[in-house]
């Protein structure tokens, strides 16, 4: 395939295999036999020199077929940006490594062959997702799923929560939930269509004075009335920062959702189960990685904040302090005050 010669069938059964060179007169040719106790063929003549005319090579290849090119491909799905591999990434590779011109149909073929093979069909995915929940909960204590079908029991939604996210955030984090639909790349690509409501409840939430929060908020009610009563009802210091209580600047604004899906830009296009184990998967490896760095610490803050701490100290050996009383203190600074 790579110095672009074809071979052709000559003769086929069940006992002999005999392939030659698509040009007439060539010298290449390969002969096996199978004898009836063997499963197998053995090659018993095999004349690997090509004769043919250099003007009667050309690129296209007749063994090149979607299938093939899939079982090539299928070990470099993913690709070093962290994207899956698209068609015309499977033309250039083609051409730059077997020299041969692949049309765009049979690309997108072999590289839904190459999913296929690598991670299954999107069918079997969503029939063995049953099995896949049962066994997460079996063998990851505290987990919890739950798989929602339509009244034609069709798929959809499916619900994973880790015991070990659930721990984490009941004991040790900030009870602040982001709801967000992943976006399916697949075959079955779909998501939740909310973006109108979503948009104006997130510019009410992050809007930073009293006259643009009410400017937003009447906007939701005439949109969406029951989206309204459900904010208001939850109580608008929960989550709006004009009425929080408390110092609305030490709150992280960095939208969680989206950093979500730069993760999982890869897994979208894969099965529902794929997709599933490959968050599993990666939620294992952050969970291994944050408790393997905070046993190596050797302080009782992050390294990150220590760092700090050490920048700061370095600033306050050129400061003199002077007490004015308990609480106010005089500081200068080579001179200056």
């Not at 005999?18 to 040719?29: F, G, M, P, Q």
């Not at 997460?136 to 204590?141: C, I, K």
């Not at 009447?218 to 210091?237: N, Q, S, T």
Request: charged share 25%.
């Amino acid at each position: 395939m790579r110095e672009n010669f074809e071979w052709k069938v000559k003769r086929s059964n069940k006992t002999t295999l005999h392939l030659v060179c698509i040009i007439d007169n060539c010298t290449w040719k390969l002969r096996a036999v199978r004898r009836d106790e063997w499963t197998y063929f053995q090659v018993r003549s095999f004349v690997n020199q090509h004769s043919c005319p250099l003007e009667e090579v050309h690129r296209r290849h007749r063994q090149a077929i979607a299938v093939i090119i899939g079982e090539v491909i299928a070990p470099r799905l993913q690709q070093h940006d962290g994207r899956l591999m698209r068609p015309k990434d499977i033309i250039a590779d083609m051409k730059t490594m077997y020299v041969i011109q692949v049309m765009y149909s049979k690309a997108h073929d072999a590289l839904q062959y190459a999913l296929s093979l690598t991670y299954g069909t999107h069918e079997e995915s969503f029939k063995l997702l049953p099995s896949f929940a049962y066994v997460l909960e079996q063998q990851n204590p505290g987990t919890i799923t739950d798989l929602q079908c339509a009244d034609d029991d069709t798929f959809l939604y499916f619900f994973m929560s880790l015991g070990s996210s659930i721990r984490g955030f009941r004991r040790c984090m900030r009870s602040v939930i982001v709801v967000d639909g992943t976006h399916l790349k697949g075959r079955f690509g779909e998501a939740i269509p909310q973006k109108g409501c979503c948009r104006h409840n997130g510019f009410s939430a992050r809007t930073y004075s009293e006259f643009n929060y009410n400017r937003h908020i009447e906007e939701l009610h005439r949109l969406h009335k029951g989206a309204f009563e459900y904010v208001i009802a939850a109580g608008p210091h929960k989550w709006s920062r004009v009425h929080c209580p408390q110092r609305r600047y030490r709150l992280m604004t960095t939208n969680v959702a989206e950093c979500i899906n730069s993760c999982l830009k890869f897994a979208r296009q894969l099965p529902m189960m794929t997709l599933a184990e490959f968050i599993r998967n990666m939620l294992q490896e952050w969970f291994h990685d944050r408790h393997a760095a905070a046993r190596s610490m050797r302080h009782q803050l992050t390294d990150a904040a220590h760092l700090v701490i050490l920048k700061r100290v370095e600033k306050c050996n050129y400061m003199t302090v002077n007490p004015v009383d308990w609480n106010i203190f005089s500081i200068k600074l080579k001179g200056n005050q």
